[in-house]
């Protein structure tokens, strides 16, 4: 077979595959994934390939299939097959649909990240049918309960099943999106991800009734001048090696943090917005609770505030800055959790592998590093194996403003162009490193 014909296969065979995976409702909750994961079952049968599923509960399989290696480093395609709701009424079309309209498949998970669970299913197929044999394992992860997170996916794999999902190397959602800086493509690549760490402020007063304010002390109203403190506060830009490597790409030089800043902001409008969450933690207070009672001055009150910290930094980091923002009072602080945060060096093979890939799909295009605002599956194998994970899955086709607004919203679709582009994708980062 020739390389246009195996090309021209692929593209339909992608298309297919991720039509029936859109089709098979896996909204999470309640997720039902094990419906994503017998479509994948019998689609890698058909290749020859034995998989297995693992799961918690029968109804929400994860799937694990697996081309032995001779030995060397191994790579892993992460993917999840659950996907958020969808409202119908926002929708121009059915979200289950899986529509192929003007060379776009349509439908809830097109983008996050059933495009990717299809493409990394064929990638991983094809190389099989072909007799590729890796120098190291290859596998194909497609996980359960990704959106929510509630013990039914990687998180429940790495503890419970850690020899089915181990792996040196992989690739997982997140990264991808294009950006013309300077007239130069660059792709983005996420290696490493922000905590999530949220925390109560708990401001104390003295209840009263509200008719007499003098007498009470009204927790509320000073809650809200360590609000305000909290939104007005600029934290000190920290230059981490995410941060660096990305103004280097983008650059072509590392200068200054202030210069780069500037050039990057004169670059693009957008590049500010980028690159600050990867200079300092986040702080946004998102909620608020006081009294309950009209007529009651609260005696307490509690504001939640989202908090996201650099890649390694830490709850215990943070509450020295924190408690220097809000400044000495009768509030006291509570972690509410601390999720994420974890990152992967820059310099690996699996890099090198990517950024060549790049080049081939767009001469002279670059790739630069980012840390992910949000939080991915990525954690788990770095976390529990050191696994080198990558967020990359390329969006050529969709403009990248485009693809970010679709993502969990209505009307979400994929360009069959991008499917095609993350298979080849995949199938050239295996050859490169397992070849
Ligand atoms: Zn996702």
Partial sequence: MSVVEETAGLRQEVTELLQALIRADTVNPPGNETRAAQILVDYL????????????????????????????????FLCHTDTVLADPAEWERDPWSGELVDGEVWGRGALDM???????????????????????????IAVADEEVGDGYGLRWLVEAHPEAVRCDYALNEGGGDRLVLGGRPV??????????????????????????????????????????????????PELIPEAQGFLEAVLGEAPPLEEALQRANELHPMLGALVQPLLALTLSPTMIEASRKRNVIPAVCEVTVDCRLLPEQTPQDAEPLVRAVLGEGDYELEWIEAVGGTRSPLETPLWDAVASFVQELEPGAVLAPIACPGFTDSHFLRESFGTVAYGFFPVKAMDPVLATTLVHSANERVPVDDLEAGVHMLRHVTRSLLG
Avoid at 45 to 61: F, N, T, W
Avoid at 134 to 140: A, I, R, T
Avoid at 196 to 220: K, T, Y
């Fill in 45 to 76: 049968a058909e290749c020859g390939i034995q998989s297995g599923l693992i799961a918690r509960v029968p109804e929400r399989a994860n799937l694990v299939a697996r081309i032995p290696g001779a030995g060397g480093p191994s790579l892993a």
């Fill in 187 to 236: 792709y983005l690549c996420a290696t490493a991800e922000k905590m999530s760490a949220p925390f109560l402020l708990r401001v104390h007063g003295r209840s009263g009734h509200a008719s007499m304010p003098g007498i009470a002390d009204n927790a509320l109203v000073k809650a809200s001048r360590y609000v305000d403190a909290l939104a007005a506060y600029e934290p000190e």
């Fill in 114 to 140: 059933k495009g990717q669970v299809a493409a990394s299913a064929v990638a991983f197929a094809s190389l099989q049918r072909e007799g590729f044999v890796p120098s190291g394992d290859l596998l194909f």
